[in-house]
């Protein structure tokens, strides 16, 4: 018979009943504590956000703040560029485009001319020809710069024509309103053999002299050997 001997730890026992529950306390204890110290951290070093409202806050309690989310809006959108009023032309004030434009082009080219009305034109040809017919029956229009109308021309065909009416020059005598300038564009109604390459197209280009009183006026014009007059009303 043989006797086995066991092998006997002297701290076993005071390990299993003292230090092993002691431990088990302190790791219990820690996690807590470990929780606490982050959020104290969090909150007196953290950045806290509120409706666009960024705040530090040091440790000795003085609090910084910022408006970053505006900041950021405002560096991100360009700034806002003031929108200047067009400019109109006062086609009723005196004008020389000689003296008031820089450029040749800008001389030749004027401003718009006033807003007419035409009723009647009356033809005067300076070198004798078969012309059957004088009164011109003009009816026509003058608007922002832009002309149009038609007319019976001395051959008895009915034209129409359009363009640009442009002044040159405009000044005030007394009640009496004087404008220079000039009328550029096409007419159409001529008969073939008269029209360059038989399509019954004719240019337009007449200087025109406005004089009128209170917005009721005469009109004179020249084309080559053409000289015309006829009334009309400015609006």
Request: glycine share 8%.
């Amino acid at each position: 018979m043989s006797t086995q001997k066991t092998l006997i730890i002297p701290l076993s026992g005071f390990y299993k009943r003292i230090i092993n529950p002691f431990l088990k306390v302190i790791l219990i204890l820690s996690i807590p504590c470990s929780l606490l110290a982050a959020e104290n951290s969090e909150i007196n070093y953290g950045l806290q956000s509120h409706n666009g409202q960024s705040q530090w806050l040091e440790p000795d309690g003085v609090m910084l703040a910022a408006d970053t989310n505006r900041d950021m809006v405002q560096d991100d959108q360009p700034p806002e560029e003031s929108e200047e009023p067009p400019v109109t032309v006062d086609t009723y004030s005196p004008y020389n485009s000689f003296e008031e434009e820089s450029g040749w082009v800008d001389q030749i080219w004027g401003r718009p001319s006033r807003d007419h009305i035409y009723l009647g034109m009356w033809t005067l040809h300076l070198d004798p020809g078969d012309d059957q017919e004088n009164n011109n029956e003009l009816i026509g229009f003058t608007y922002k710069g832009y002309y149009g109308g038609t007319f019976i021309n001395t051959h008895s065909d009915r034209v129409w024509s359009a363009g640009w009416q442009r002044t040159l020059f405009q000044q005030k005598y007394g009640e009496f309103d004087v404008e220079a300038g000039y009328r550029a564009g096409i007419m159409y109604g001529y008969k073939k053999y008269l029209t360059l390459y038989d399509t019954r197209f004719f240019p337009l280009i007449q200087a025109v002299l406005d004089i009128d009183y209170k917005g009721f006026g005469l009109e004179l014009s020249w084309a080559g050997v053409v000289l015309t007059a006829g009334f009309y009303y400015r609006f």
